[in-house]
C-alpha cells in the first residue's frame, strides 16, 4: 500500500447528512442543489485544496447542520480550522484559510464509507468508522471518495494528511492512538498526501531500515527524479538518509469491487539505501 496516498496540501471538509449519489457534491439533490455543489467544489479545487464530503457514522436524525472544516497539511505548518454555516450556498463566502472558524487542536478523523462509489468502502469503512466513533466520537466521521479503493477500508487523519488502508484489518482504533503519540503505523500507511509519491515510497522504507515511526521524522531534503528511478535524501539522527528507488509496474489487479478490467499501477522497489555520516 506505500506511497499510494492522493494528494492533498489543504483540504476542505463539509458536512453532508444523508445518502450520497457516485460524486457527493454534484450527484445528491436531496442534500445539496447540484449548482451550489458544483461551484463549491471549483472554489476549492481553484485554491488548490481536495474537497471532501463527511456525515456522522451510524443512523441518525439530527437536525440539518452544515459544519466545515480547512485543513492545512504542509509540513511544518499544519492546521485545522472548523466552523460552520446555515446552508450550503454560505460555503461559498468563508474564508478558505480558515480565518473564518475556529483552530482545533483535536484532530479530524475521515473514514471512506461512499457505498455509491465503491461497496467495499461502505461494508468495511462503517465497521472502522463505529469502533473509532466507540471511542472518539466528537474527532470520527464516515466521509466520501478518497482513492484507492481497493485498499478500503481507507482513512484519513487531518491535519497532518495521513492516509491510511485496509485499516480493518486490526484493531482500528489503534492508528488513532499512534497518531496521539506522534507516530505512524507503517504496516497500515498508504503515505502523507503533502509529500509525492516517490517521497512516500522512500519513507517507507527508511521507517523499515532505522524503525523510527514518528510523524515528522525522515523529512525530504532532495529529491532527484530520472527516468525510472529517483534518488531521495532523507533526514535521520545519524545523518542524511539515500533510498534510491525504481519505478515498475504492478502485476495487473482490480481497482475497485466492481471493477471488471484488471490494471497496472505503478510501483516503487528499492534498489538501495545509505545512512550518510554527518561531515
Known sequence: MYATASAGMRWLVVEMAGAWGHSAFLQSPRIIDPSVGRAVVRRAEANGMRIVAVRRPGRRIEPVRWRWAIADSRPGAEALFRGEVSGPEELLDIALDGSDGE?????????????????????????????????????????????????????????????????????????????????????????????????????????????????????PVEVELRDGAATVTLTGDRGPIVVELAERLSEPLLSTCSALTAGRVREFVLTSLVVEPES
Open 103 to 219: 483552530q482545533a487542536y483535536e484532530p479530524l478523523i475521515a473514514v471512506c464509507a461512499h457505498g455509491k462509489h465503491d461497496r467495499c468502502c461502505a461494508v468495511r469503512g462503517r465497521g472502522v468508522t463505529a469502533a473509532i466513533s466507540a471511542e472518539y466520537p466528537d474527532w470520527t466521521w464516515e466521509c466520501s471518495h478518497l482513492g484507492g479503493d481497493r485498499f478500503a477500508a481507507t482513512a484519513l487523519i487531518l491535519p497532518h494528511g495521513l492516509c491510511y488502508g485496509r485499516v480493518d484489518s486490526g484493531d482500528p482504533v489503534s492508528v488513532v492512538r499512534s497518531y496521539l503519540e506522534g507516530e505512524v503505523q507503517e504496516s497500515l500507511l498508504r503515505g502523507r498526501t503533502s509529500y509525492p509519491h516517490v517521497v512516500q515510497a522512500a519513507q517507507h522504507f527508511a521507517r523499515e531500515a532505522t524503525g523510527d515511526m514518528r510523524i515528522d521524522a525522515l523529512a
